[in-house]
């Protein structure tokens, strides 16, 4: 896993993609990136996780709004989660998928083109 996380972090910093992003979507990105166990698949994260990693106190809304322009670059999927606890309430978590060097999932988005490091 660790190799495909060097790998995808290597083909990404040869594009555009990541000086487009917002300095906060970027910032989720890599606390996405870290917290994956797989790429491609779908998992959850702590909203309090991307609270402490971004720095500041956003609600469940504005992540969702900041993972919008990673999906957008065809980086990342990320959604409300549908969890409920046994109490009733809501699970305080989101689900994300990372995207292989921005390809095209189940979720329909546009395929951003990826240069491949070391090749000119």
């Not at 999906?71 to 689900?95: I, W, Y």
Request: glycine letters at 12%; proline letters at 2%.
């Amino acid at each position: 896993m660790h190799r495909q996380k060097i790998r995808l972090l290597r083909q990404l910093s040869g594009s555009e993609i990541l000086s487009f992003l917002p300095g906060r979507a970027l910032k989720l990105y890599l606390v996405l990136l870290v917290s994956a166990e797989r790429i491609g698949r779908e998992e959850t994260i702590e909203v309090q996780i991307m609270r402490r990693a971004l720095g500041c106190d956003l609600t469940r809304r504005q992540l969702l709004r900041i993972g919008t322009a990673l999906q957008r670059r065809g980086l990342a999927v990320l959604r409300p989660s549908s969890r409920m606890l046994k109490s009733g309430g809501r699970d305080d978590t989101l689900c994300f998928r990372l995207l292989n060097r921005g390809g095209r999932g189940t979720d329909g988005g546009r395929r951003a083109r990826v240069p491949r490091a070391g090749r000119g």
